[in-house]
């Protein structure tokens, strides 16, 4: 949503998302996406690049921050769309999820 209306591309790397092992593990095992389940507590910081580095430190300094990592970046090219480097090195554009997202279960 944020590239579509900010018509901007956004690119970021599956592989420095900080996803816990058990959720990686869960989601490979029924055959899910994780990109595209439902979660709560997660933020996307979009900072300008001269203000990264004070920004993950400040997020770093509070526990729910810890693992907080730059993942992508804001480009000019493919304005609207969101594209991820899978973990072999591809390049896939994730789209919008069709319909309501896998609920988190509790």
Do not use: W
């Not at 910081?45 to 580095?53: D, P």
């Not at 769309?81 to 896939?92: D, E, N, S």
């Amino acid at each position: 949503e944020l590239a579509e209306a900010s018509q901007v591309g956004i690119e970021f790397d599956e592989r420095k998302v900080p996803l816990r092992p058990a959720v990686n593990a869960a989601c490979e095992m029924l055959g899910l996406d994780p990109f595209y389940v439902a979660n709560e507590g997660k933020l996307v910081a979009i900072v300008a690049a001269e203000q990264t580095e004070a920004v993950l430190t400040a997020m770093r300094a509070h526990p729910y921050g810890k693992e907080a990592a730059i993942i992508g970046k804001v480009v000019e090219a493919h304005p609207g769309l969101v594209t991820a480097k899978t973990a072999i090195g591809g390049m896939r554009v994730v789209d919008l999820p069709a319909g309501e997202l896998l609920p988190r279960i509790c």
